[in-house]
């Protein structure tokens, strides 16, 4: 399985992006895709997970939406209000049995004041 994201960029603080990742190859062992992001110096961190249902992080909870397309074997990750605590790395995952399995290359968010 293969995984590409895109979809980082600068964007002030209280704009917008969607993040975008496509996988490829034989995801049938797949039943999870999560996000996660990885601030400078910090160990990375769950965002959001999609399985049939979705879950968050609290810290975007209520600003952050997780979604996904079957047929286009593709996550995405609406990020609204955004902080500038949310400048990352984002990286997509998918995950089988609660663990992350392969990951995409990431894509780096900077949220300027």
């Known amino acids: 399985v293969q995984l590409q994201a895109c979809g980082g960029g600068l964007v002030q603080v209280g704009g917008s992006l969607r993040l975008s990742c496509a996988a490829s190859g034989s995801i049938f062992v797949i039943n999870a895709m999560a996000w996660y992001l990885q601030a400078p110096g910090k160990q990375r961190e769950l965002v959001a997970i999609?399985?049939?249902?979705?879950n968050y992080a609290d810290s975007v909870k209520g600003r952050f939406t997780i979604s996904r397309d079957n047929a286009k074997k593709a996550v995405y990750l609406q990020m609204n209000s955004l902080k500038p605590e949310d400048t990352a790395v984002y990286y997509c995952?998918?995950?089988?049995?609660?663990?992350?399995?392969?990951w995409g290359q990431g894509t780096l968010v900077t949220v300027s004041s």
């Open positions: 999609i399985t049939s249902t979705t």
């Open positions: 995952a998918a995950q089988a049995a609660g663990i992350p399995r392969y």
